[in-house]
Nanobody
């Protein structure tokens, strides 16, 4: 079973920056795509950005040109650099990955517990 641990959340002023990290650990064969989603109470969880093992990226429309997702496969870690943050981006940010537990296992998804990001003056 893989575990995902997010870090780097917190309080930031509007226009400020934060960098989130998510490290995968535990027993698994391989981590494939990794990504970040966010959710505010009463709304659906939405894609922020995701990245393939080979570095292909995909971003939600609202964060393009301000957020950058990256990963370090050797460390099984994904990062999200968030710039020019807006108050409406206050949310819990969740890390997600697709992985195989063993060589013959089907890929499955797993979620972290989330990191609170608050954008406020």
């Amino acid at each position: 079973q893989v575990q995902l641990v997010e870090s780097g959340g917190g309080l930031v002023q509007p226009g400020g920056s934060l960098r989130l990290s998510c490290a995968a650990s535990g027993r698994f064969f391989r981590i494939y795509a990794m990504g970040w989603y966010r959710q505010v109470p009463g709304k659906q969880r939405e894609l922020v950005a995701d990245i393939t093992r080979d570095g292909g990226t995909n971003y939600g429309d609202s964060v393009k040109c301000r957020f950058t997702i990256s990963r370090d496969n050797a460390k099984n870690t994904v990062y999200l650099q968030m710039n020019s943050l807006k108050p409406e981006e206050t949310a819990v940010y969740y890390c997600m990955c697709y992985y195989r537990g063993g060589f013959y296992d089907d890929p499955r998804s797993h979620w972290g517990k989330g990191a609170q990001v608050t954008v406020s003056s």
